[in-house]
Each structure stands twice: as structure tokens, then as C-alpha cells.
């Protein structure tokens, strides 16, 4: 069965340093691999995925993340964080066949932008 | 606009109160899903559907029905509410490709059962 882990659960960095989210996932094919955005109230919104390609991979707002298959990761990275970046963020596997089974997510990292 | 739609957004019930949260997308996409996010746990799929009068059961389907009659919608049905049933409930839809697809997710139902 596939899986994620997010093993920090939450992180504080201050404005303007750079992030970066782990996430470490276990999946027996080729993963197929998003990350989401979860702000206060709000839904959930697609940073970026990965399903095949060049491992790194730009996303909306300027994030980034990067496919390491010998790691089984895919950690979130921003170069310069903004006080609206604050909000849980969620790594996700997903499998083939259209999304049959659905994403598997990992429990969240929750970031703190200090002033 | 694209989107996914639940209703309502909010909703406190008494345990044992049979309620609907409906769910409708205008994508035309044949995959829709439920899941419930809970602290500590991130979310969960509770129940999924490929295409119209086809669904099945997630990773935590107890307590939980669903229907799909028609494409654009897929409501979550809880015919006998429990406490353990409050939650935040997201309904996601997807095209059904070849290969994996991104959900898309609704706004979400914020659920507390008394």
C-alpha cells in the first residue's frame, strides 16, 4: 500500500529565508506526486506534481519541488517565503489508472511565517 | 468557471439525524471522491466513483453512503451520525485518463455532530 510521510508537523521561518517541506513517500511503481496548499478556511490547491520527466518541477507562487527517486522523495522548497505562504501543506502519492485509488495523503506540515 | 461545489459549508447536527452534503462539478469529469481531514491525520478517502452507478469504498467507508446517479454529482450521505463523524469534508473530481490526473477539491463542509 502506498504512503506518505510529512515528518515535520510543524515548521517557523521567518519572511524572506528560504523553506523548504520534506516529504518522503512509499509506493511500489512509478509514483505520481502532488503537493497542496491548505489555507486558513480554505480548500485545497494544487502547488505542483510530478508524473514523469524532469524531477524538478515548478509550481504556482513560486515554489518548487524535486523528485528523488533513490531517496523516495519529494520535498517543497521556495527561495524566499511571504507572510502569505502561511498555511498546511500536504504531500500527495496518487496511482495509474486515472486516479482509481484516489490520493493518499500525508498527515501535513503546518508553516509559521514569523514577522 | 470550473469548480466543485458543496452544501452547505457548515453544519451542526444531533447524532442519529440522517444528513445529506452534496456535492456537483462542472468539469464533466467521470472520477469523484470524498474524504474526511481530520488534526493529526491529513485526510482520508472515504469513498470514490469512476463513472455514474459506479463507487467503492476508500480507506474509512464506515458510516458513510454515497450515490451517483448522475455525472456531476456525488453526495455524501450519513444515514445515522456519530461524534466521531465531526470532521472537515472535501469532495475532489478528476477526468479518468490513462495515466493519473489532479483532483480537484471543492471548498469544503465543516461537520459537527452532537
Known amino acids: 500500500a502506498q504512503s506518505v510521510t510529512q515528518p515535520d508537523i510543524h515548521i517557523t521561518v521567518s519572511e524572506g529565508a528560504s523553506l523548504e517541506l520534506r516529504c518522503n513517500y512509499s509506493y511500489g511503481a512509478t509514483p505520481y506526486l502532488f503537493w497542496y496548499v491548505q489555507s486558513p478556511g480554505q480548500g485545497l490547491q494544487l502547488l505542483l506534481k510530478y508524473f514523469s520527466g524532469d524531477t524538478l518541477v515548478q509550481g504556482i507562487k513560486g515554489f518548487e519541488a524535486e523528485f528523488k527517486r533513490s531517496q523516495s522523495s519529494f520535498n517543497l522548497r521556495k527561495p524566499s517565503v511571504h507572510w502569505s505562504d502561511a498555511a498546511e501543506y500536504f504531500c500527495?502519492?496518487?496511482?495509474?489508472?486515472?486516479?482509481?485509488?484516489?490520493?493518499?495523503f500525508g498527515k501535513g506540515t503546518h508553516l509559521i511565517i514569523q514577522p | 468557471e470550473a469548480q466543485v461545489t458543496q452544501n452547505p459549508r457548515y453544519l451542526i447536527t444531533v447524532t442519529g439525524k440522517k444528513l445529506t452534503v452534496t456535492c456537483s462539478q462542472n468539469?464533466?469529469?467521470?472520477?469523484m471522491s470524498w474524504y474526511r481531514q481530520d488534526p493529526g491525520l491529513g485526510l482520508r478517502q472515504i469513498y470514490y466513483?469512476?463513472?455514474?452507478?459506479?463507487?467503492d469504498k476508500g480507506d474509512v467507508p464506515e458510516g458513510y453512503k454515497v450515490s451517483r446517479k448522475e455525472k456531476r454529482n456525488f453526495p455524501l450521505i450519513l444515514e445515522s451520525p456519530s461524534p466521531n463523524q465531526t470532521s472537515l469534508y472535501f469532495c475532489a473530481s478528476s477526468p479518468m485518463g490513462r495515466g493519473p490526473e489532479t483532483q480537484y477539491f471543492g471548498p469544503g463542509t465543516r461537520l459537527l455532530v452532537l
Open positions: 500527495a502519492v496518487g496511482a495509474l489508472g486515472g486516479g482509481a485509488d484516489g490520493l493518499t
Open positions: 466513483s469512476m463513472n455514474v452507478e459506479v463507487t
Open positions: 468539469m464533466n469529469h467521470e472520477y
